[in-house]
């Protein structure tokens, strides 16, 4: 640009003299906003670290008081009153697996068609999508008891009937976690970038090619990000199993449908952690670091499944 | 960490995956046990109820199924409520009772026709705990009405009136959740109503452990629960005496067995159902659970029977064996 004229030379000096002001204001930071910065810093370095501390706490905790009890007797015995020395967890491991596998089947093909739809084909504008939006998002909130009661009335007792069964507790667990997979499924099919889609659609695909092909390939790592949530909170779940009829006491291996009853780890672990005996506050220690590895073990299978999908795309 | 330990850790990691494997194939160990066992009785046995009598049911399930492998015997602690809410619709064999069925139960259980009957397995004393530092060491049901009624202001125990040694600390209140029947056979005995508590204590819900650690925490410290808490924490809490108008009596075994603990000792119940009682296997439990309730009730933490209370429940559970439901 010529730098002749005078309004050109006019605009030359105002713009340099902005940047000038611009550069000057920036390098020398009033004091106060280099504090705020470092506090804030601080704030956060804190937050982090009491995040970290009370959980570390809690894992050392349970492995300290557990100690005495770590033994094979854990995964090979089942409960025992009489010899809490020789207890062990192996009907309760048995049947949180089982749980857990139940409600995996139920919840993501569930979790995941009810996404697609939301997110794909339903139509935002019309008042029926919207309230089912608003409700999925309230249903995440309510407190698991409530759906305890649910599974009671309609799963157990009422319209299915099925019982005081490991299904009944499966699908009940399920209801509960339903919710986060389906939030979790939406926001990684809403972060697919919309060139994909239309890419696929120019070239001739229909839409469910393009759901099958493209969008789901691509959201399949936040969508077992979603799963591994909710198989983290329903592994810990103890009060609507209760209501659902998990026994504390099952000295054999139950079965997905045996109406004989069934154990879970965290009744198990609540049940020894009210005993008045040091024995079993041993047990119930031990008991959660077992229930940890069995979540980590379930959750590193899924973590593999995603790394797996990541690399693909 | 010794190395067998961290060799454990890792088998155990292995371990969870195999399972899993296992698991999906849906393993049953126990279904293909066959003539071969030594009991000759075999079927489901379902007991829910009391947290408190669940542990002394459980020792007995124990013995009994290493007997009879071929009863599979579960237990579970919805509570004595919670229980009653399961066994008067049929759904559960038998409910343990830490407080005796109550007249709303019984309706329950009369709507659905569900028949019952009680027998008695054990004794409890009912223990009110204080502060090792605190010097009070008696206590009459009166005082213990003035502290725990439905409205009580009391905040300090200067305010108890009576007290010998007198003791000026801030009082700090535990109990159990209102669901429990420690809860109601508490309030029933000391306030005259089942129910009727004053409502700012800390309720500590099902877990006892922790009036435990909120008493022995706090010099003014109060609580009450079963007594097997209250022999695994000695040191760390003090059982009051109670005296309901004939002296100090403490929470014992003696105490209890021979009825001067009063009003606080109170009786453990399964209330199996006529329909349960017409099944073999569950008549050959019930009757082991009998012979061999006392031996394992102190082991446990629990007051055995009497030899009078004793051969009651016998008696009254060889009248009902065989009869079944009275159709």
Redo the contacts between chains.
Sequence with gaps: MASGTPGTERNRLATAGARAATVTSLERQPRGDIWMGNIFFAILLFALTIALVGLAAIILQAAINGAPAFGWNLITNGPSTLNPEEAGFRPAIIGTIYLILGVIVLVVPLGIGAAVYLEEYADGTRWWNRTVELNVQNLAGVPSIIYGILGLAFIVRGPLDLGFILVAGSLTLALLVLPTVILASREAIRAVPPSIREGSLALGATEWQTIRRQVLPASIPGIVTGVILAISRAIGETAPLLLVGAATFVTFNPTFTGDNGYSALPVLIFNYATRPQDEFRVLASAGVILMLIVLLLMNSFAVWLRNRYEQQW | MSSS?FK??AA??A???L??GV??C?????SDSGSGSSGDVSG?I?I?GS?TV??L???I???F?SENPDV???????GTGGGFEKFC?G?TDANDASDAIDEEQEAMCAKNNVEWEEIQVANDALSVVVNPENPVECITIDQLNSIWKGGSKISNWSEVEGLDPAYDGEMTLFGPGTDSGTFAYFTEAVNGEEGNQRTDYNNVG????QTVTGVSGAPGGMGYF?F??L???EGKIKGLQIDSGKGCVAPSVETVQDGTYTPLARPLFIYPSAEALAKPEFDAFMTYYLENVNS?AE???YIGLTDQQLTDAQSKLESLIGTGSES
């Excluded at chain 2, 849906?26 to 126990?30: K, L, N, P, R, V």
């Excluded at chain 2, 599979?72 to 919805?78: A, H, I, N, P, R």
Aim: hydrophobic share 35%; net charge negative.
């Design positions: 330990k454990f850790l155990l990691a371990t969870g995956v399972a899993l698991a999906a849906g393993s049953d160990d126990s489901n379902r829910d947290s669940a542990p049911t459980e020792a399930a124990e013995g199924q599979k015997v579960t237990v579970g602690t919805s619709v759904e099902e877990d006892d452990n079963g097997s808490f022999q695994e924490n394992v082991q446990v933490g």
